[in-house]
């Protein structure tokens, strides 16, 4: 079973945070600073992550278009899409690769929740 989270910002700040958040629950994590990076490295090994994080603003490609990417690659990966939009739940709605949505800035405990929620996503149907 994949063990990684490929997590996707443009803000290193941010990026570097949410990193440690999920490195100090256990998680491995794999970085990527624009969609079309984080592209490069998931296509490199798909099956190695369970979950992609992803803003949505970034160049280059977006988180949307990212998930869509992603689900061609692997459809079963749960994509999560972080954005300060106030639109973030209508940008779920139009894009079905995206299984959760989290609001910017997030904090820990709300990271954490949308993971956990990614892992049943697929697991919890028959």
């Not at 490199?44 to 992803?54: G, I, L």
């Not at 490609?61 to 992603?70: A, F, I, Y």
Request: hydrophobic share 40%; proline share 6%.
């Amino acid at each position: 079973m994949a063990d990684k989270i490929l997590l996707v910002d443009d803000d290193p700040a941010l990026l570097k945070l949410a990193e440690k958040i999920l490195r100090q629950e256990g998680y491995t994590v794999a970085l990527a600073h624009d969609g079309l990076e984080a592209l490069s490295v998931f296509r490199r090994a798909p099956n190695d992550y369970f979950v992609v994080v992803t803003d949505y603003h970034m160049p280059g490609l977006d988180g949307v278009r990212l998930s869509q990417k992603v689900v061609e690659i692997k459809p079963q990966t749960p994509v999560i899409l972080a954005s300060a939009d106030p639109e973030l739940k209508n940008l779920g709605t139009h894009a079905p690769s995206i299984k959760g949505c989290l609001r910017k800035p997030y904090h820990r405990k709300a990271l954490l929740t949308a993971i956990a929620d990614s892992r049943n996503c697929f697991t919890s149907k028959g």
